[in-house]
């Protein structure tokens, strides 16, 4: 599995507003959500809940923002949304681990709509993580609400 793929909500507890998506991926469609509740009753009932092996992964956040959005965004948000992720992946035995934050003041990329040239061209620019990390993009203007990918 590539969790370089992942797309997580971003700094969700910290900026939860109606005008705002929590994240870029499409919704499951009823079929799958279906099969994947029969896997979790079947294995429940035979009481083999399956579990991902105890991982550690290395997180590398990428906050890009405009010139006038500059500084709304902190540390202690990231760090907030690492413990949040930690709390929620916790009974699979997934920690996560941030290696490094940095911040990015480039319009384009702020407002880059997913799978968009200025998406590719930001990811390409930013990425740290290997394909077994996982890189997280925070953008503050992305189109039509959706905070991050």
Same mark, same amino acid.
């Given at each position: 599995? !590539? *969790?370089?793929?992942?797309? #997580?909500?971003?700094?969700?507890?910290? *900026?939860?507003?109606?005008?705002?998506?929590?994240?870029?991926?499409?919704? $499951?469609?009823?079929?799958? &959500?279906?099969?994947?509740?029969?896997?979790? =009753?079947?294995?429940?009932?035979?009481?083999?809940?399956? =579990? &991902?092996?105890? =991982?550690?992964? $290395?997180?590398?956040?990428?906050?890009?923002?405009?010139?006038?959005? !500059?500084? =709304?965004?902190?540390?202690?948000?990231?760090?907030?949304?690492?413990?949040?992720?930690?709390?929620?992946?916790?009974?699979?035995?997934?920690?996560?681990?941030? !290696?490094?934050?940095? *911040?990015?003041?480039?319009?384009?990329?702020?407002?880059?709509?997913?799978?968009?040239?200025?998406?590719?061209?930001?990811?390409?620019?930013?990425?740290?993580?290997?394909?077994?990390? #996982?890189?997280?993009?925070?953008?503050?203007?992305? $189109?039509?609400?959706? #905070?991050?990918?």
């Amino acid at each position: 599995m !590539k *969790f370089s793929s992942i797309s #997580l909500a971003a700094i969700a507890a910290s *900026f939860a507003s109606a005008e705002y998506h929590r994240c870029a991926v499409e919704q $499951p469609s009823a079929e799958h &959500v279906s099969a994947l509740n029969e896997a979790a =009753r079947i294995g429940a009932a035979n009481q083999e809940i399956s =579990r &991902v092996a105890a =991982r550690n992964i $290395p997180v590398y956040v990428h906050v890009v923002t405009t010139t006038a959005k !500059k500084g =709304r965004y902190t540390q202690t948000q990231i760090n907030n949304q690492i413990a949040a992720m930690n709390d929620a992946y916790s009974g699979m035995g997934i920690t996560f681990t941030l !290696k490094s934050t940095d *911040f990015t003041v480039n319009a384009q990329w702020a407002a880059a709509d997913i799978s968009s040239s200025a998406e590719r061209a930001m990811k390409s620019s930013l990425k740290k993580g290997k394909y077994s990390e #996982l890189d997280l993009y925070f953008a503050s203007d992305i $189109p039509g609400g959706t #905070l991050g990918w």
